[in-house]
Nanobody, 123 residues
Framework: VQLQASGGGLVQAGGSLRLSCATSGRTFRPYLMAWFRQATGKERQFVAAIRWNTGRTLYTDSVEGRFTISRDHAKKTVYLQMISLKPEDTAVYYC?????????????????WGQGTLVTVSS
């Protein structure tokens, strides 16, 4: 199983970006897909998660109302739509997949990780 994240870039504060995470593996059916982010010098932190089958979502407080996580079953891809971006959103964003039933906010709950995509928000 491989996760391929893309869509990062440089954007001004208030702008928008959409990240994508494409999954490979014909029989891959995760329980939960998520986005984490890691700013320079800080720990990797949970951003958002989506239950693959039901579409139920979970967000960290700082992105609630600005970020939207979604998935496309046919394309086996997860998205993170980000609007009203702030300089503090600057980080490397990683997608992750959990195959077991988990809560989904801890790094240790995830079995597979993408390579990360850099999002830089200028002020």
């Amino acid at each position: 199983v491989q996760l391929q994240a893309s869509g990062g870039g440089l954007v001004q504060a208030g702008g928008s970006l959409r990240l994508s995470c494409a999954t490979s593996g014909r029989t891959f059916r995760p329980y939960l897909m998520a986005w984490f982010r890691q700013a320079t010098g800080k720990e990797r932190q949970f951003v958002a998660a989506i239950r693959w089958n039901t579409g139920r979502t979970l967000y960290t407080d700082s992105v609630e109302g600005r970020f939207t996580i979604s998935r496309d079953h046919a394309k086996k891809t997860v998205y993170l739509q980000m609007i009203s971006l702030k300089p503090e959103d600057t980080a490397v964003y990683y997608c992750a997949a959990a195959v077991s039933i988990v809560v989904g906010t801890s790094l240790s709950e995830y079995d597979y990780w993408g390579q990360g995509t850099l999002v830089t928000v200028s002020s």
